[in-house]
């Protein structure tokens, strides 16, 4: 059946759960508070609310009860020093019990009936102790929660090599597959120091421009291809997508770089169309 909802993302989960949204009038972007099974919470309302066909099985949905105002602001505030007990208690009680895994971050629910720590860790913990113990010492419900090295850096944030802000903290919701095939098509040194963001992975902005170096390139004479130059015949040495020039060799080791208006797009052209028809 359809129902008014709006998807909710919880930025510690790095997920968005759909959300009931009969009674509620809210725009992308709010703070919202909703319904959980463990009490109240809050998150950022993902897109517009709409009508969205539910599967039954997967009703009744949890609700949002309202748009966060100034007094569920001060609350989500006031989370702050529990929070920072709650990471101190946790990081004492690893240690006692000599566990291996580091906690990156913690965070109470709205009405701190849970909370829910992330942590890395190389192998599999047994924290069986530790959620004991720690529900024992802070009265709540206890969440663990493995993380990879990329949320570790979306939850602790910082500097990319480029000045700004890291992706994953500010704009980027969902973590893409990057490969070393996107910084090869792109022309970047395979230097892992050089192509790697903090977290020690691929930079997630290798696949931003990839599809469009990729289409470019199609349209660009292949390396090794033999081509006229004011009637000269030259060897593709190498391409330059973003100056959209090639390097021709001219015997002898005679190179010399020529844009591709000297060369006609439509002689690049056709030999894409060449290249693809011989696939």
């Not at 006031?78 to 990081?91: G, L, N, R, Y």
């Not at 391409?239 to 002689?267: A, Y």
Request: glycine share 8%; proline share 2%.
């Amino acid at each position: 059946m359809k129902i008014r909802a709006g998807s909710v993302r919880f930025d510690y989960l790095n997920k968005s759960f759909l959300f009931d949204a009969t009674d509620v009038e809210a725009r992308a972007g709010d703070t919202v508070i909703v319904e959980t099974e463990y009490g109240l919470d809050c998150g950022i309302l993902d897109d517009e609310i709409s009508e969205v066909e539910i599967d039954d099985a997967e009703l009744p949905l949890h609700k949002i009860q309202r748009v966060a105002g100034e007094p569920d602001f001060e609350q989500i505030k006031s989370m702050q020093p529990k929070e920072e007990k709650a990471h101190q208690v946790c990081d004492e009680e690893i240690n006692k019990l000599g566990l291996k895994m580091k906690l990156v971050n913690v965070r109470c629910s709205y009405d701190s009936a849970k909370i829910s720590f992330c942590y890395t860790s190389d192998g599999r913990v047994d924290f069986r102790e530790l959620v004991r113990t720690l529900a024992s010492r802070l009265k709540a419900r206890i969440e663990l929660r493995q993380v990879g090295v990329r949320d570790e850096a979306r939850l602790i944030g910082g500097m990319g090599v480029c000045g700004r802000l890291l992706c994953c903290t500010t704009f980027l919701k969902d973590f893409q597959s990057v490969s070393i095939k996107m910084a090869k098509e792109q022309g970047l040194q395979l230097n892992p120091t050089k192509i790697s963001g903090v977290c020690g992975r691929l930079f997630c902005c290798l696949k931003y421009e990839y599809d469009q170096y990729c289409e470019m390139k199609d349209k660009m004479p292949q390396i090794g291809e033999t081509i006229a130059v004011d009637g000269e015949q030259g060897r593709v040495a190498a391409v330059n997508v973003l100056k959209e020039t090639v390097i021709m060799e001219f015997g002898e080791g005679v190179k010399r770089e020529v844009s591709l208006r000297d060369i006609g797009w439509n002689c690049v052209g056709n030999c894409a169309k060449d290249r693809n028809n011989s696939r």
